[in-house]
């Protein structure tokens, strides 16, 4: 392959990876599309294509789609024990943020609901909601009328919107503040500011440190409280299993603020949050390693603020 024909899907690795992994809610296994899809445009008749980028990006979108309907992911989905790969942010796979649609689209809460989603109908939205595709273009990558993709992308967004009600975006201050009370309330016993310091339809996830073959989930306040009460109270055995005393920090994850449990180093857990109307709208907790490694290796290459925690 010339150098100019690197240089073209170079150019473009950026933009197809963040959109993989929008897709595949999975940073390895994006990287492993876009390397496949630089396979196809090595193998290609380049001097046939057009247009490279939309070449590329139709090639990039229907591995993902061929990805999301293998039997394992459908067994994974179904059986429900997955959850998104959190990335730290500054992490280029996070992608475009300009405007509101695009940073929501990569937010951990939106990743968890698009699961929820038929793969044409995750791939119309993303295509749409974070990358601003025509319904033409889309039709051209997915194979499909352009009535067919207004439709999915329809579909899609009232299912989004039914299980994400809207408030007003908070900026990343106020959020790491709330999260700051969140943390104070939920070390200190404190169940009551707890409980007021969540939305009333909180909703909260765990992978359950990757021990359970399915995701805990709680919803109501009181529940929601307990489980981050019991959760956040230190033992023994929770020190065992992590290896340590982990100190606490806050950081961005996926655009919002998260709460990271760090051991020499190594994040061992993270909790991300939704912060709507300056309350907690939903948390997803990711202690899995094989969903921690390139948050892992992002976290060792920044210098990190100081702990809120300094040994939990």
Not at 26 to 54: I, N
Not at 110 to 135: C, D, G, I, K, M
Not at 228 to 250: D, E, M, Q
Request: hydrophobic share 45%; with cysteine.
């Amino acid at each position: 392959m010339d150098s100019a024909a690197i240089g073209t899907f170079e150019a473009g690795r950026g933009r197809l990876a963040s959109l993989a992994y929008r897709l595949l809610g999975s940073a390895a296994d994006a990287e492993d599309a876009v390397q496949d899809t630089f396979l196809r445009w090595q193998a290609a008749d380049r001097e046939r294509v057009e247009v490279p980028e939309a070449w590329l990006t139709k090639v990039v979108t229907n591995l993902c789609l061929d990805r999301l309907r293998s039997a394992q992911a459908r067994h994974e989905r179904v059986a429900g024990a997955w959850l998104p790969e959190p990335l730290l942010e500054g992490d280029p796979m996070l992608g475009p943020a300009d405007t509101f649609e695009q940073r929501e689209s990569v937010s951990l809460a939106v990743l968890t609901l698009l699961e929820r989603l038929s793969p044409v109908e995750r791939a119309v939205y993303v295509l749409r909601e974070a990358f601003s595709y025509s319904h033409a273009d889309i039709a051209g990558i997915l194979d499909i009328s352009k009535s067919a993709s207004q439709q999915h992308v329809h579909r899609a967004r009232i299912r989004v919107a039914a299980e994400r009600p809207r408030g007003g975006e908070t900026d990343p201050a106020s959020a790491r503040r709330i999260v700051e009370e969140f943390l104070t309330a939920a070390t200190s016993g404190r169940v009551e500011r707890l409980v007021a310091l969540l939305t009333d339809d909180v909703t909260a996830v765990s992978d359950g440190a990757g021990l359970s073959k399915r995701l805990l989930e709680y919803r109501t306040r009181e529940r929601v409280a307990a489980y981050v009460r019991a959760g956040f109270k230190p033992t023994p055995a929770k020190r065992r299993l992590a290896g340590g005393s982990p100190s606490i920090h806050i950081a961005l994850v996926n655009g919002s603020p998260a709460i990271l449990a760090v051991i020499d180093d190594r994040v061992v857990g993270a909790v991300a949050f939704e912060v709507r109307d300056s309350k907690v709208a939903s948390l997803q907790g990711i202690a899995a390693a094989d969903r921690l490694g390139r948050l892992n290796e992002a976290w060792r290459q920044h210098e990190p603020d100081t702990p809120v925690i300094n040994a939990w």
